[in-house]
């Protein structure tokens, strides 16, 4: 019986495994250093902010794993053996396999700061994080303030966990406006407010220079790069992005970049061995993503996709339309195809924006300038159906075509205060044009007759 | 292990601190049960009606207060910070002591409604001396165990219901369900009875009297309905009478498979019934508690199920007794009434294994397939044995036997009694055989659903760990699978918990709406066949 290894218990490879198993009678073995049972990375905010216990995050009763004979091994894997097709845990243990699978995921980034690695310094990622955030803010006696350096998707809900606590956050932001980098300015701007709205203490267009200890090497302030500013704390959280989790295949043989280089059937250099999720590497990027996608949806999807490769159904990794989604403290968000911020832009896309006169909600929908496609959007405070907005974009419709129909893409739960028309008007008076919205279909919803 | 607790202060740290306010609040609604509590030890108030007004006042501007505290200075959203940190909210200290408290008065309340105070002969004293002033008011009669409940009932759905409103105030949906429950549960099942009770005796009712009658409440919630001593109050008052009576039957052969084919059982649960109407507001601490397993599941279905069975055997058996043999003085004889059972409960089974056996679990069709065999022994034993009895027991006893089971000890001392340990919906998930009969209708005749939108979860849990019915919403979610479970109330909780948008309640086509296959969008197409192909 062939013996299928993977390393890592996330996302991606929870999901290879479970599609192994649906396939075939391969004997799998998950190796993780990080827990016992899978759980929802994503969730671990919730946990620190009493929405749920750690339970509640494992997303299969515990039960399951035997049931499916899937074998569960506790302990990092230090060294990978392609030659022997062998593996040692935490340095002792050796184990074989005879195909790989390694998913062992993303490391929140270090910039070689002064103080990076002073107590109360950490970033957050791992369960081992949140079980040093508790250790090290776990009151808001015990952290008079926190520092947050990195503005992204981490950043914003580390300041959320605290907020929780009634802890006072200072959060600082590269970048002139928040996560400007990905969203378009009206969007970044309205999360700027909001997060204001939160208390939080936002520094935009300010870096770290280093951190300050104090006698017993715990932190004790930071300083600001620009204004040479001291801010006294007893809490750093590092948020500045995440960088494949591969230091343990330096000298395995296996190609490295940033991530382990992987072709499109995510399979390594090394014959048996793939990659997958967060840490997989694509030698050419596909369409308009980013060789490394560090997001959980599609470390789901290389999990399946590599399941099927593995029980001899080769079959390449071809995600479909690009979506995401987060939440910024109140405010959630939804992204369906590609829409740029003005940094990042095509020179052929061209954006639409609305925004509520009082509500934090807004869109932008971006299209193509020369032939008026329908590019993408984002949403925040509105939900929007996938389904619709995925045939949509398979069906190549144009921009105007996606404003009549605007209102079948909601998805708000029933009752909620409809602003499609709003929006439809605003389009019409921006560009000079007069479409009318058509009333909302469940046929066409639901694709039927 | 969490360290969370390191801090020396007795109330603890946000976020499960009080502010001033709310300890002030907190005092002013414990001051008006105290007053309650004052006159259950027979402390006699002067002026009733005073006192009783300061004391629901009390309890109502207490918990409006602290919850205006709790949230009108916060930004509109999610407010579960720290639930799992109160120990009211997570089966610690206060859980356990207010389960006790809540227990013990559901038993006194049942069972020892002389210790309230209940005189049969001569005037009230205690506690439900206290309310008689409210109740002469509005029925004109002295009160009693019931009416001292049905009044604490309301008042807490009010204020519980207004809490619940500030802390979903971004949630349409939610604020409109709530101020749904809180008009049933005050119009219909509290001063509209009382004020019927006025009529009777009077010439609207040809002199006749009518039974208690909360009109949103059918059969077999109200078990009771078509007891022997409830008929004869119906047909004794006159054509309103009459009218009611044949309410009562649509109610639960007309009405509710319409509603509930058009919206879910939702209509009923979430948005009428008195019971989920207390679970949703009063109760809505509580409902991250429901055990999610997949053996809490099964013993669910077992036991939800048996009690349909148990009550209908109960008022066949019932409805039996009264009837006659005698067809030139019944167009209802015992035998064409029991022939009349077995063939609708036959044809539905038929119905059901015909059409929509494939959605199934084994373990269902045996079940079902057994109790129908139990239940058309039972009728055919009418035929051999001759008179007297069905059933093998007296229907007085088969009666008494549920009222006591199921209609106090379930519904009542658990059901609502064990909030704080089980979860809020106890009684409607494992209990009400209501809820059973219109679960089985959502599942299988119905256009709800609640939508997964496509790819987009992220399996976090927060869907089913505030599932008051227990149901694994994640499970399905994490699919891309529509949820459709017979369980499912349609409070809508899921859907605004979701961080990212995913879970949609909605009435939609009937084509597509269970679809077990997994649809996760943004995936490759070719890929997802191939996942799907068994």
Redesign the interface.
Known sequence: MENIVIIGNGIAGVSAARHIRKLSDKRIIIISGETDYFFSRTALMYVYMGHMKFDHIQPYENWFWEKNRIELVRGYVTKVNPEEKQLQIDGSRAITYDKLIVATGSKPNKFGWPGQDLHGVQGLYSKQDLDLLEVNAPNKEACKRAVIVGGGLIGIELAEMLRSRDIPVTFLVREDSFWNGVLPSGESKLINEHILDHHIDLRLGTNLKEIVADDDGRVKSVIIAETGEELVCDMVGLTAGVTPNIDFLKDSGIELGRGVKVNRFLETNVKDIYAIGDCAEQHEAIGNRRPIEAVWYTGRMMGETVAQTICGNKIEYKPGHWFNSAKFLDIEYQTYGWVFSERGMKEYEQHFHWRHAEEKVCITIAFNKENNQFLGINTFGIRMRHEVFDRWLTQEKDVDYVMEHLIDANFDPEFYKNYETEVVSKYNADFGKSIKMKKKSLKRIFAIG | M???D??M?LTG????ELSRNQKIATLIGLSGLAIILLAAFNVDFPNKALWLSISLAAITSGTIWFSWDMYSKK????K???????SISSKGFWGWIAGISLTSFYIILYFYPEYLGLVQKGDNTGVIGLFDPLSRALSGNPASQWFVYGTLYTVAILAFGIKFMWKYR????ER?RTMSVMFFQTAFAFIIPELMARLNGSSVLNGGSLPYYDLKNMWPLNYYNFEGYRIKGFLSSGDIGFALLIFGVLSIFVISPILTYKYGKRWYCSWVCGCGGLAETAGDSFRQLSDK??KAWKIERWVVHSVVVFVTLMTTAVIYSYLGNDTSKYWLTKSTFLVGVGVLLTSVFALVMIFKRDQFQKDAKYGAAGYLVIILALIGFHFFSGEGQVFLFKSETLRKSYSFLIGSIFSGVIGTGFYPIFGNRVWCRFGCPMAAILGFQQRLFSKFRI?T????C?????C??YCEMGIDV??YA?KGENIVRSSCVGC?IC???C???VL???N??L??RIDSNQV????????MT??NKK
């Open positions: 969490s360290t969370y390191r801090s202060a740290q946000p976020p499960k930004e509109p959203g999610i579960n910070d720290g639930v799992w940190f109160k971004h949630n349409r949906y409109i397993t997949v939508t939108n496509g790819g987009q992220i399996s976090c849990g927060n089913s760990t994640r499970a994490q809508g859907s605004a918990v961080p990212r948008g949609k309640l909605e939609g086509p084509q597509g996760l969008l943004g995936n490759d197409v070719d890929l191939l996942v």
